[in-house]
């Protein structure tokens, strides 16, 4: 399975998010597009995943199964874009604006 590097947002927020062989993805094999991927350890407590959740006592310590790719996209665009680290292909890549503002 390919391992895609970890998610972390602009406002600090991150998460591993993973699919293809082995992972609690849609598809579960090699695939240019994922509609359904498999999130896990997250920084903090995200109710948008949370009903997804295997432990959901323990969101931080937990994987989320079967996470819809826009609910992730909607993650990552609620907590100000991707800063680094990748997504898997059919997930909705929001990058963070990172351009600074002239005063």
Known sequence: MPS????????????SVQAGIGAY??????????????????SDPEEMLIKYAEEPWMPTRTIYGYVPSEIVGAVIVKHGGLLDGEVPPGVPLFLANTKQKKT
């Open 4 to 15: 895609f590097r970890r998610v972390i947002c602009s406002d600090g927020f991150h998460m």
């Open 25 to 42: 993805s849609d598809p579960r094999d090699l695939s240019n597009s994922y509609k359904k991927v498999e999130v896990g350890f997250v």
